[in-house]
Nanobody, 121 residues
């Protein structure tokens, strides 16, 4: 089964920037969507940003204009560039890949291990 390995979380001051990475353990030949979710304490897990197979992107209203999702197809890696961070962005961020085809086979839904992002002065 393919795994998603995340990196890039940590502590940052309000107004700062952070870049998250999510690398698949195998090549992704095709996908339905790849993206990022986050879950703050006491809150439901919510979509942050995603890329669909045709190349379109979708962002949560709370992060539009501040966050940018991108992908390196050759490395089967997705990134989340986070700028102008706010304390309310504090959460555990999870990478997700849906409807992926890899050398291991087809998997409908795969999640990364999660990484903590804390925005505080």
């Amino acid at each position: 089964q393919v795994r998603l390995v995340q990196s890039g979380g940590g502590l940052v001051q309000p107004g700062g920037s952070l870049r998250l990475s999510c690398a698949a353990s195998a090549r992704i030949f095709s996908f339905n969507s790849m993206g990022w979710y986050r879950q703050a304490p006491g809150k439901e897990r919510q979509l942050v940003a995603r890329i669909i197979s045709r190349g379109d992107t979708n962002y949560a209203d709370l992060v539009k204009g501040r966050f940018t999702i991108s992908r390196d197809n050759a490395k089967s890696t997705v990134f989340l560039q986070m700028n102008s961070l706010k304390p309310e962005d504090t959460a555990v961020y999870y990478c997700n890949a849906a409807g992926i085809l890899t050398p291991v086979g087809y998997e409908p839904d795969v999640w990364g291990q999660g990484t903590q992002v804390t925005v505080s002065s």
